[in-house]
T-cell receptor, first 114, second 113 residues
């Protein structure tokens, strides 16, 4: 069965630094898709970035990038030059091709300090 | 203008009653979804629809019934409400059903007394 685990409950970093949030997943599928979403303090959920399992290159969008380590079933989210407004809860999610259910991790709360 | 509208924003109901949560998307997407988020669990997938057809149902209880009157509408009817149903319900949509990223509505916070 699909499973997504985010072990970091909460992280605090200084503004303008780089932070990595961890996510490990379990799947029996050879093809799957990984996503990161951000939930702001207002409750809004926003898509950030995705990684397709068959792609070897790590995805990058703006100041978000991924550290995809397929042998370790790991998909870390890296945020560079963090800003106060990056403070939010970050969710990792997975979707298999054989089972189109989205499974979300429990989330990591990021606090960026000035 | 908001691209995904959910009504109402807040909803208070009594145990045993029935409520309908409304969702409309104006992104031109063909797939829509419902999720639930409570203090006890992370975002929990409930249903997915594609072109108004139910594609996946991960909700164990038949008290939760999605209703799609138009391609860009996916309402959620909840009957015989229980206090455990208290949560924020998010509607989402994606370009098509499949492995596309999803766009979420603002949510409806339901409290069952």
């Amino acid at each position: 069965a699909q499973k997504v685990t985010q072990t970091q409950t909460s992280i605090s970093v200084m503004e303008k630094t780089t932070v990595t949030m961890d996510c490990v997943y379990e799947t029996q599928d050879s093809s799957y898709f990984l996503f990161w979403y951000k939930q702001t303090a207002s409750g809004e959920i926003v898509f950030l970035i995705r990684q397709d399992s068959y792609k070897k290159e790590n995805a990058t969008v703006g100041h978000y990038s991924l550290n995809f380590q397929k042998p370790k079933s790991s998909i870390g989210l890296i945020i560079t030059a963090t800003q106060i407004e990056d403070s939010a809860v970050y969710f990792c999610a997975m979707r298999e091709t054989g089972n189109y259910k989205y499974v979300f991790g429990a989330g990591t709360r990021l606090k960026v300090i000035a | 203008d908001p691209k995904i509208i959910q009504k109402p924003k807040y909803l208070v109901a009594v145990t045993g009653s029935e409520k309908i949560l409304i969702c409309e998307q104006y992104l031109g997407h063909n797939a829509m979804y419902w999720y639930r988020q409570s203090a006890k669990k992370p975002l929990e997938f409930m249903f997915s629809y594609s072109y108004q057809k139910l594609m996946d149902n991960q909700t164990a209880s038949s008290r939760f019934q999605p209703q799609s009157s138009k391609k860009n509408h996916l309402d959620l009817q909840i009957t015989a409400l229980k206090p455990d149903d208290s949560a924020t319900y998010f509607c989402a949509s994606s370009h098509d059903w499949g492995v596309y990223e999803q766009y979420f509505g603002p949510g409806t916070r339901l409290t069952v007394l």
